[in-house]
């Protein structure tokens, strides 16, 4: 039987090649990158599906909660029936991955990502000008959080905090802030913080100063579903998260709130701020929540833990500075040019680059003080991709093995070189062929 591939490259030979290649890519380099995993081959296969062809711009349901019969078509086409009844089937699996109390709690699957989720959620609550809490970016926030190049930031006014000297959440500067500036909401959660946040403390805090408390869980989801991490319900108000991190779904976004303010977050998710759905994304969230949902993932959960402590300790023995230490979750952020006792790189853009020469696929990030976003101190690493592969503790040291080599030998390409046909061999050894449409 003709591969898909192989049709698309029949059909489009340019495109296929493409394809193809990415394909290649990624079964024989390490992927590093804390925000991206491998989904199963039932969620790419849905993306590829019929519904890509289809509007549904609105709900399956007049308004947010109304369960009854005859209102549930809240669309503005005609031509729903099979995405009204996957839409709520989407909704529904959220609600029990995700709520201690389906009933209790109301779910928008729509976001086209995680930045229009957080963009909607902010747009729900908020009016231009508003103040609300972030953390900053180069303390490991996100852009959404508040940053001024983000609308977020221009919009609204963002109050930032940041990490203490232990390279936590400096919670006594969060409380201060939150009782001296009355924000109406504060947005916690991060995309390069290595410990645990803690959900319970910021829901007091946000409770005593009467704002929303918002955790954006990104990267951390599928660790607060599992158990692996402090869950963010029932202190916060609302809960936004990709899906296509470590939750092995696609690219998309989900928003979580208290059942009373579904209706809020849904008129900022549509019409505030998006038109149509993604349906065939909508068809992969629900493949990926119901995936999520069952043993085999929370043992992986799990897994992702262990392996980063696993590399996190290989990496400090050969003299990694670790920010914060080491890893409570699935990441580790490493400052390059302070490591490894002289034999320091000149910044991770340059140390990200030269590892992906010797098919380790890492990102550069800021740490706290480094003025260049281009140029940063650091570089992130995360275990959610090598976990899926199957990888475990022995093979986190090899890897570690293989960075410490890849950073002595930076400046030597055939080093390079070698290094990329051992992690090339390696990788392909893990059987992938659930992971991959072929
Ligand atoms: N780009 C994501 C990450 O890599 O963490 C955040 O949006």
């Not at 000008?129 to 006014?157: A, C, K, R, W």
Request: charge should be neutral.
């Amino acid at each position: 039987m003709e591969s898909w591939i192989g049709y698309v490259e029949r059909h489009d030979a340019e495109v296929g090649r493409l394809l193809a290649a990415e394909g290649r890519r990624q079964r024989s380099t390490l992927s590093l990158i804390p925000s991206e995993n491998y989904t199963s081959k039932a969620v790419q296969l849905a993306l590829a599906t019929s519904y890509t062809n289809k509007y549904a711009e609105g709900y399956p349901y007049l308004w947010a909660g109304d369960t009854r019969e005859e209102t549930k078509n809240g669309r503005y086409y005609r031509g729903q029936p099979n995405t009204n009844e996957l839409e709520r089937l989407a909704i529904r699996r959220a609600l029990e991955l995700f709520t201690p109390n389906p009933d209790a709690y109301h779910a928008n699957v729509q976001p086209l990502s995680g930045s229009p989720a957080n963009l909607a959620v902010l747009n729900a609550f908020l009016e231009p000008g508003d103040t609300f809490l972030g953390l900053s970016l180069d303390y490991g926030g996100h852009l959404t959080h508040g940053h001024p190049v983000n609308l977020t930031g221009s919009i609204y006014n963002a109050v930032q905090y940041r990490l203490n000297a232990d390279y936590e959440l400096d919670y006594e500067q969060i409380r201060e802030l939150a009782h001296r500036h009355k924000p109406k909401l504060i947005i916690c959660g991060a995309t390069a913080y290595p410990r645990q946040i803690r959900f319970q403390l910021l829901g007091e805090i946000a409770r005593e100063t009467g704002a929303l408390l918002v955790a954006d869980i990104a990267h951390i989801c599928g660790l607060c579903v599992t158990g692996y991490h402090e869950h963010p319900f029932p202190h916060a108000d609302v809960v936004t998260t990709t899906t296509h991190k470590i939750l092995r779904g696609p690219r998309a976004g989900l928003i979580l709130c208290r059942r009373e303010l579904g209706a809020a977050i849904d008129r900022a998710v549509f019409p505030g701020l998006q038109g149509g759905p993604h349906m065939n994304t909508i068809a992969a969230m629900a493949i990926a929540l119901r995936e999520a949902a069952s043993p085999a993932y929370h043992a992986y959960a799990g897994q992702v833990v262990r392996n980063a402590k696993a590399l996190a300790e290989g990496l400090r023995e050969a003299g990694f500075v670790l920010m914060g230490g080491g890893t409570e979750n699935h990441l580790l952020l490493l400052d390059v040019v302070n490591s490894m006792n002289g034999l320091a790189v000149r910044d991770g853009h340059y140390l990200a680059v030269q590892l992906e020469k010797a098919g380790i696929v890492v990102n550069k990030n800021a740490i706290p003080g480094d003025t260049k976003p281009w140029y940063p101190s650091g570089i992130r690493l995360g275990t959610p991709a090598v976990t899926t592969l199957g990888m475990q503790e022995p093979d986190m040291a090899r890897i570690a093995a293989w960075i410490v080599r890849a950073t002595r030998g930076a400046s030597d390409e055939g080093e390079l070189q070698r290094i990329r046909s051992e992690v090339a061999a390696f990788v392909e050894g893990f059987p992938a062929g659930e992971l991959f449409v072929e």
